[in-house]
């Protein structure tokens, strides 16, 4: 028996909704208890958090990891070891990698990657169809018997509508949970923008808002249809807000997800085509991304992810037009959403709500809580820490983030797996 007793901490208890000072005990990798006060067992190691911030690891949705196919762009040991400093404890790994993870084989295999490599827990998506080209659904009893915890085409968006609800009533008769990209590709195919009057000074190719709102009312039509489990990605526009409103009031099982880009940056922050300022969808205007935080404040919003895309120098350093979309995020997640508690926009219960909690519940996942019994993946925080980041100290092997040199505030002081601590220390 192995204990860890946490002393001096504030709690920050995204079911309960509160931030209280107090202890919280481990035993045996899992919590064992917290409070105001707690005795300390004779067999208790003592860590003293100096009255820093002690929160569930965050579950980060959507995380790019590039094996098989581009390991120099980022590979499980270097993901995992960004995932650790920055406080993410649990990555769900998406399928967008040469080959796509479309079969057993393939996810056994990154699963015995991530296990080995990685000092986070990893949890595989697997693609929804065949090579993510929308035209053949992939074996999903067979992936869900192999590991996989959702099935996704990520941004390959799926155009054929029967295969797609072929697809939707088959994991629906599996309980499995399919996570879509609410997006027209149609409209949005070469966009390097969002459409407005920035995107028409600047010359670059853009895409409407509605192609968002679009996509969401065709797909939710479908998990009306078929009575899927669905997770939107990115819902980042507030036109798409009252159809995911509606979706929910109607009672289908839907939730949605966004990134930290889209709540933290606005188009404008692109400027003189910046391209690490280049993600997908493109950022949207202010209005858009205030909305968006409201929807998060309101719950309507469930999960706040990284969408963690690594890109090689090579791939970003072009015109924008050309530029591949996409930033790494697992290391600036935390500081950057901590912009949004120093704003006064969401408290601390309410973020950890949407990276912890809230997709280790969609996932069915015992994680993102601390109450007794749940794993102790645990980090410890000083929020008000301030520093400004330079984008080759982070630990991914690519450094495309649009966070080089910003003013950040929180800092990680130690991330721990299981009970055993993984990066940091007190």
């Known amino acids: 028996m192995t204990a860890t007793l946490f002393t001096n901490a504030r709690l920050i208890d995204p079911q309960a909704g509160t931030v209280t000072h107090g202890a919280l005990l481990v035993r ?5 208890g917290h409070g105001p006060e707690l005795a300390i067992p004779d067999d208790a190691t003592v860590v003293d958090c100096g009255g820093h911030h002690l929160a569930p690891g965050i579950v980060d949705l959507g995380v790019k990891v590039c094996e098989p196919g581009e390991r120099h762009k980022e590979s499980f040991r270097s993901a995992g070891l960004a995932a650790a400093a920055g406080g993410v404890t649990t990555m769900i790994t998406r399928p967008d990698t040469d080959p796509a993870i479309d079969n057993p084989e393939t996810l056994e295999f990154v699963a015995r990657r991530a296990d080995g490599a990685a000092p986070v827990r990893v949890l595989p998506m697997a693609a929804l169809t065949k090579g993510r080209q929308g035209r053949e659904m992939t074996e999903i009893g067979f992936l869900l018997d192999a590991g996989a915890v959702a099935f996704t085409d990520c941004d390959n968006v799926v155009t054929d509508t029967k295969v ?11 309980g499995a949970l399919v996570q879509l990209h609410p997006q027209d590709p149609g409209l949005s195919k070469g966009a390097a923008a969002t459409s407005g009057k920035f995107a028409s000074l600047r010359g670059l190719p853009a895409v409407s808002a509605m192609a968002e709102r679009m996509g969401l009312d065709r797909d939710i039509a479908l998990v009306e249809m078929t009575g899927a489990r669905v997770h939107f990605d990115q819902i980042t526009t507030a036109r798409a807000l009252p159809a995911l409103e509606r979706a929910k009031k109607n009672g289908l099982d839907v939730t949605a997800g966004t990134s930290i ?43 706040l992810s990284s969408m963690h895309t690594p890109q090689d120098e090579e791939s970003k350093r072009l015109p924008f037009e050309e530029a591949a979309s996409g930033a790494v995020a697992l290391q600036t997640l935390l500081p950057a959403a901590l912009r949004l508690f120093h704003s006064g926009d ?55 983030t649009p966070f080089d040199g910003a003013r950040l505030q929180g800092r990680l002081r130690a991330t721990y ?10």
Do not use: C, W
């Open 346 to 400: 969401l408290t601390l219960p309410q973020l950890f709500r949407a990276m912890a909690l809230n997709p280790a519940d969609r996932l069915g996942l015992p994680q993102g809580r601390l109450a007794q019994g749940a794993p102790a993946d645990l980090i410890v925080f000083d929020a008000g820490a301030p520093f400004v980041l330079d984008r080759f100290t982070l630990l991914s092997k690519s450094k495309n």
């Open 417 to 426: 797996v299981g009970g055993q601590l993984v990066h940091g220390g007190l």
């Open 164 to 174: 797609l609800s072929r697809a939707l009533t088959y994991a629906r008769s599996l």
């Open 261 to 303: 880009h889209h709540l933290t940056l606005n188009e404008l922050d692109v400027a003189d085509y910046r391209t690490f300022y280049k993600v997908k969808p493109p950022l949207r205007s202010e209005d858009d991304r205030l909305a968006t935080v409201e929807a998060l404040r309101s719950g309507l919003i469930d999960i």
């Open 28 to 32: 045996d990798g899992r919590i064992a």
